[in-house]
């Protein structure tokens, strides 16, 4: 038996195990126990890592900027981040390198960039940018003299290592999977917190769209906050605004993370409407809760496991051969059909 084995009895991510089996927070008590138990029922005993933590000689930090955007104080525990995390110490283990974490707040930004740059406690820097703007990745370029791998954003005129998702096709996917289906009023819920990868997506959807002569209308367009998983009262208000203008519900609603599509789900729920039968609904990301919010959600997957190993091996090379010409990569998404989207009914849906 493998850890996969063990995540798919338990309903969980490979990562969740590994969490599990480590000690680490970003589970639950109980899903911790549960899984633990599953894997003595079924004479799993997981392998220690202490002999490779002890013999590395050599180091990576793993860099982040707290406190901005939907980067989270606690931003280890948010589903995307986890599994990324999970998988660059996976790499890291298996290359002979020990994982130092840096977590520092962004009110003391240039502050903590040079004292970083001083400390050089690392052979190399891997940097999580998904919250940050080209000023701010160029500012950490400059500063630190360790090879430096910027993972989860891309900016094209920056002289730096980067790692990607392919925002603009998992949107583009996303979008030509609705109109497959049918869907012509097509709504899109935003992040009002607005980061290089959601700007992407806005792009590959409306493009998608725009090749079938669909537009999203000005008034379908809704914001809400992209890091809350339960109902919430500003998209109910929206919602209810729109409605009450006399608008019919739009039949699908394209959704810039799993965290905002599973908020719309339950937010739609409390308001009568059932997903998909009503309206359907897509995300992007394909965290491991997406399988377990009902029903399953169709979302973008997004290759965390790939994008955390070239990460490491990037800068492992950059470690080795000093290059100065840079490399910038752009990791395909893969759309995952669930049960949250289907064909549209005929007749329009008013307030139930």
């Not at 994982?99 to 740059?117: P, R």
Request: net charge negative; glycine share 4%; hydrophobic share 40%.
């Amino acid at each position: 038996m493998k850890m996969e084995d063990i995540a798919r009895i338990a309903g969980v991510s490979k990562s969740a195990v590994s969490f599990a089996f480590s000690g680490k927070q970003g589970i639950s008590s109980e899903t911790r126990d549960r899984i633990l138990q599953i894997a003595k029922e079924n004479g799993y005993m997981p392998k220690s890592r202490a002999a490779v933590t002890e013999t590395a000689t050599k180091s990576l930090t793993f860099l982040a900027f707290a406190n901005s955007g939907i980067v989270l104080e606690q931003y280890y525990q948010q589903p995307f981040f986890r599994e990324l995390i999970h998988y660059i110490e996976e790499r890291c283990r298996t290359n002979g390198f020990s994982l130092i974490f840096t977590s520092v707040d962004m009110d003391h930004f240039h502050e903590n960039i040079k004292a970083l740059a001083e400390e050089k406690r690392s052979d190399g820097v891997i940097l999580l940018g998904t919250n940050l703007n080209h000023s701010q990745i160029a500012a950490v370029a400059e500063q630190l003299t360790t090879p430096l791998v910027v993972l989860d954003n891309c900016f094209e005129t920056l002289p730096v290592h980067f790692v990607e998702i392919n925002n603009v096709m998992g949107a583009y996917q996303a979008g030509s999977h609705l109109c497959a289906l049918g869907h012509q009023n097509i709504g899109y819920i935003a992040s009002k917190v607005r980061i290089h990868n959601f700007d992407e997506r806005k792009r590959g959807f409306t493009t998608a769209l725009h090749e079938r002569d669909i537009e999203v209308n000005d008034q379908c367009v809704f914001s809400v906050a992209p890091t809350i998983l339960s109902s919430q009262e500003a998209l109910k208000s929206q919602l209810d605004a729109y409605l009450d203008a006399g608008n019919a519900l739009p039949t699908a609603l394209f959704c810039e993370c799993d965290y905002i599509a599973i908020s719309a789900i339950k937010t739609l729920s409390e308001l009568g409407y059932r997903v998909p039968e009503d309206v359907s609904v897509v995300g992007f990301d394909n965290i491991s809760e997406a399988v377990i919010v009902s029903p399953e959600l169709t979302t973008v997957h997004v290759e965390k496991e790939r994008m955390a190993h070239l990460a490491v091996d990037l800068i492992m090379q950059s470690i080795e051969t000093d290059d100065l010409v840079k490399t910038k990569i752009t990791v395909d998404t893969q759309f995952i059909e669930r049960l949250s989207s289907r064909a549209p009914v005929k007749e329009s849906v008013h307030h139930i």
